[in-house]
């Protein structure tokens, strides 16, 4: 009786936080009563919701559009003008971007001839998906990435399964013909299908139709099963995916949410002091490329100690043919490229450029040929719109026509005849990419998560609740900076495992920047390690939608997750730490903090 109660309870949590959080923080709005508290009261309710989760993220960053107005912090104009401003452009833009390349399956190309470079042995299969997947999440979602190559692990694991039962059974039906041979009778001369020969005949179609079921079908094999040497394997293909996605992400400026709710704050700050920020394409990804390669070689590293003990693992000639085979087979499923994925590789490069050229430190590119300031968004929303514009065949090439057939009907009161009138249609040009598909596909919440970090910023600024928190900072001026950066980064890091890192970075960035200036650090030295940890998310399936999406596949335990992933949390920080400290200074100078900074916390005080 007392454990039904508990689950009953349990299950409606979200609303009793809901209902009771707002009015057990009325005490900073009718006590205390200042534009800080009253901002304080916002910020610490959207908290709450975020971390919780008991409203979707993207309802919950709404909740200023009403409250700033009402608790008069900011008007209704200044409030919205924060959802969409250039950063959310580039955002677009990338998306859009990412939407075409997954719409022509230019992703899994790109994924699959990976695979085809690198050999059959498991721990460089495991580093050929993770290439590919750390690749594809710089520019596309991670969330797509991985729900793309995890069907692809499955298959390579159901190949590997299949061999090595047909290996233990030589006269199986897969096809095997003895085991002293070791040799397998699939015919790679022809890579389109998979034909066994018994008797000199084809083996039927049936039995070759429940062979595909059983290989899009086949989901976990129990992990306890400890005489299954492919155990191990298959745990640490399946994690790979979701880590490496996650370390990509951090490679660009639009690869990840806090990397974009960075770039809107310090285009913030430095606008406000009169200053140019100095985090563009470029600069990021002279930080952000080299810390995703260093976490993308440690989480490696890591699987295979965690799940192959070191150890040389090959496969047997039976399993490398069969995973040559699937891999081939897809590949030329795709068929040869085509006009339209022609011009999305040339559009993507396009963008790549423009983004990384127009400002090229300060010294050269294409954005200082124009009066007024020009940023990556208008670059990325140029080539969006070119998506949508541009057809997808030339007038002059051969194009498949539409046939329709409508079915007429005549009822005659006694009997229904069906004429069947065929109409073939002239052949329709379309466009690189339709609205529908990129309204299906662009996960619009995530604007609204980010808008919703602006705006709090920007009423946290306005009401005077950033000075009061920097100035409570204080007490860390006599603190080491490395010590600092390791309690920040660490906090982050086990913070964002149980909510959205976006989310995260929109509370924790306004306030380690105001921590930096109060303590005369340049803001960047702690804003920059503290983005990258918001995405250092390894241990558990809520913290990020590409560990969901693997753990759903039921081959991992929360305990598998949570053992491998500790170490990537404590090992990835340093790391992160390490390249700013480094790279990161050459880039940024955190040596000289402009005096502009400094003159702001002295006017604060």
Request: proline share 4%; glycine share 6%; net charge neutral.
């Amino acid at each position: 009786m007392r454990t039904c109660l508990l689950n009953q309870l349990w299950a409606w949590r979200t609303v009793f936080i809901l209902i009771f959080t707002p009015f057990l923080l009325l005490p900073l709005i009718l006590i205390i009563g200042t534009k800080e508290s009253k901002c304080g009261y916002v910020l610490i309710l959207m908290g709450i919701y975020w971390i919780t989760e008991s409203l979707p993220v993207g309802v919950t960053a709404l909740i200023p559009v009403f409250l700033f107005p009402f608790f008069e912090i900011l008007s209704s104009n200044e409030i919205s003008a924060q959802y969409m401003n250039d950063v959310n452009m580039l955002n677009l833009g990338g998306l859009v971007m990412a939407v075409a390349i997954e719409e022509w399956e230019l992703h899994k190309r790109v994924a699959l001839r990976v695979l085809m470079c690198v050999g059959t042995e498991p721990r460089w299969l495991m580093l050929g998906m993770m290439l590919a997947t750390w690749f594809l999440s710089m520019w596309m979602s991670n969330t797509a990435t991985a729900a793309m190559m995890i069907p692809i692990a499955e298959a390579i694991l159901y190949q590997l399964r299949s061999a090595k039962d047909a290996y233990k059974n030589p006269e199986s039906e897969n096809g095997f013909v003895g085991a002293d041979t070791k040799e397998t009778a699939i015919d790679l001369a022809d890579l389109n299908s998979e034909v066994h020969y018994e008797n000199g005949e084809n083996v039927n179609d049936k039995e070759n139709a429940r062979k595909q079921k059983s290989l899009e079908t086949e989901h976990v094999r129990s992990s306890n099963d400890k005489n299954d040497g492919l155990t191990g394997f298959a745990k640490g293909i399946t994690l790979c995916i979701c880590y490496s996605a996650t370390a990509g992400g951090t490679a660009t400026l639009t690869g990840s949410g806090p990397t974009l709710t960075l770039k809107a704050l310090t285009d913030v700050h430095y606008a406000k002091l009169g200053l140019k920020n100095p985090i563009n394409y470029a600069t990021w990804m002279g930080l952000g490329l080299p810390v995703a390669f260093i976490v993308l070689m440690l989480c490696w590293c890591w699987l295979q100690v965690f799940f192959l003990s070191c150890r040389r693992r090959p496969t047997n000639a039976a399993q490398a043919e069969r995973i040559k085979l699937y891999i081939h087979n897809e590949y030329k499923k795709l068929g040869p490229l085509v006009f339209g994925q022609g011009v999305i590789v040339f559009l993507f490069g396009v963008l790549v450029a423009l983004w990384i050229t127009r400002d090229l430190g300060g010294v050269a590119g294409w954005g200082r040929m124009f009066q007024l300031p020009i940023k990556d968004g208008a670059a990325a929303i140029f080539v969006a719109v070119l998506l949508f514009a541009f057809p997808s065949s030339l007038p002059c090439m051969k194009t498949k026509q539409d046939t329709k057939q409508p079915i007429k009907t005549i009822d005659n009161q006694t009997d229904l005849i069906n004429v069947e009138v065929g109409i073939i249609e002239a052949p329709e040009i379309r466009p690189l990419l339709s609205w529908q598909a990129a309204q299906e596909k662009i996960p619009w919440q995530l604007f609204f998560l980010l808008g919703g970090g602006f705006a709090l910023s920007k009423g946290s600024e306005k009401s005077g609740l950033s000075a009061w928190i920097g100035q409570e900072l204080e007490v860390f001026s006599s603190w080491n900076q490395w010590g600092i950066l390791f309690m920040i980064c660490y906090i982050t890091a086990a913070a964002t495992e149980v909510t959205s890192n976006t989310a995260i970075a929109n509370l924790f960035l306004p306030i380690v920047s105001q921590l930096a200036i109060n303590t005369g650090v340049h803001p960047l030295y702690y804003m920059l390690p503290t983005t990258l940890a918001c995405t250092f998310a390894f241990m558990l399936p809520v913290a990020t939608a590409p560990n969901a999406l693997v753990f759903s596949y039921g081959r991992l335990s929360m305990r598998d997750m949570a053992q491998t992933g500790l170490m990537l949390n404590l090992l990835a920080v340093p790391c992160s730490i390490a390249v700013t400290s480094t790279i990161g200074d050459l880039l940024f100078d955190f040596a000289n903090v402009p005096v502009e900074f400094l003159n702001s916390t002295a006017r604060q005080a």
